[in-house]
């Protein structure tokens, strides 16, 4: 995608028009990793505080005494007792005009016919009057969504699930 | 005068430019997906210790577990589900077994002229289902891709 807007003589010339359907898709996608980076900040943080303890008195295992009552101690990890955010988008959906500002006819290359580039800009989005002319007002609409994880990664993460397994504290 | 193309030409314009931004999106994606390792190719971890579930385990014994990062994390990639591209556009002569169509104008104003013969054009994607043979193809990929020793 093109990293500078085309400005001629101060005038804003368009965008290519992958840049414009791109734009939304890339912010929902940045707003996605945000997400994702705020879900594994709350899980490092939450994760090195100490357990929460709870001290309560049940019978006593082990057969003892009627009415005989023993003192355990519970340590409980905060991550497991509080609801983890792990906001994500679902689906996003937008809709726009592009007024084409520019339509270039590449060169033909021997026989390949020459290709055609788009450049446009987001047209008002105020009601559209019937009788203007419409050519070169192109109506957009995307809708995105997540549709489950792809299979290498599923088994990528397969195996780094598996992996996970407790070890001796170093120094216990 | 506007400058014409053929109407393949202008259709075919119109699919690169969403396949374009899917790309650049996916690209994105990579990079991110990247990140959750270091530069030696090895998951950036997160340790963590927690109460022990060893059967032998006194008291505040502590296990450590190591988790990948991307384990804990929602990987859920956006794509681009529909896309539909609606316009009106100037039909021109045959050529060939294409059609020439009138580009728009650029610069701003429309033309005030009188048109031509007037075609609305709706192009409408949808995310396909994998076809069953590249559906095999991906699962013999993923087998190859299985862990070997290094």
Same mark, same amino acid.
């Given at each position: 995608? !093109? ?101 270039? &006819? ?67 | ?7 393949? !030409? ?41 109460? !022990? ?35 009106? &556009? ?61």
């Amino acid at each position: 995608m !093109s990293d500078e807007p085309k400005i001629r003589n101060g005038q804003f010339l368009g965008l290519p028009m992958a840049d414009l359907i791109g734009g939304p898709l890339l912010a929902a996608t940045e707003a996605q990793m945000a997400l994702a980076k705020s879900t594994a900040a709350f899980i490092e943080e939450v994760g090195a505080m100490p357990p929460a303890q709870f001290n309560f008195d049940r019978p006593k295992a082990g057969g003892g005494q009627e009415g005989e009552t023993e003192r355990v101690r519970l340590d409980v990890p905060l991550l497991s007792i509080v609801p983890i955010p792990s906001l994500g988008i679902d689906e996003i959906n937008f809709k726009f005009d592009m007024q084409v500002t520019s339509a270039t &006819v590449d060169p033909a290359d021997g026989e390949a016919p020459g290709k055609l580039r788009l450049e446009g800009v987001v047209a008002g989005s105020g009601p559209r009057d019937p009788s203007a002319d419409q050519a070169g007002n192109y109506n957009i609409d995307i809708r995105a969504s997540t549709k489950g994880v792809p299979e290498g990664l599923a088994r990528v993460l397969d195996m780094l699930n598996s992996a996970i397994a407790p070890s001796v504290k170093p120094g216990a | 005068m506007a400058e014409r193309a053929t109407l393949r !030409s202008l259709i075919r314009a119109i699919a690169e430019s969403v396949a374009g931004a899917q790309h650049e999106v996916e690209r994105r994606q990579a990079a991110h997906l990247r990140s959750f390792f270091d530069d030696d190719l090895r998951p950036v971890r997160m340790p963590m210790r927690v109460p !022990s579930t060893r059967a032998d385990a006194a008291p505040g014994d502590e296990d450590l577990i190591e988790p990948a990062l991307l384990s804990l994390l929602p990987p859920s990639p956006l794509r681009i589900a529909e896309a539909q591209v609606a316009f009106a &556009v100037e039909l021109g002569a045959v050529e060939g077994d294409d059609v020439l169509v009138a580009l728009p104008e650029t610069g701003g104003a429309p033309s005030a002229g009188a048109r031509g013969l007037m075609a609305n054009v709706v192009i409408r994607f949808r995310e396909a289902e994998i076809p069953g043979g590249v559906d095999g193809l991906l699962a013999q990929l993923s087998k190859s891709r299985d862990a070997s020793a290094d």
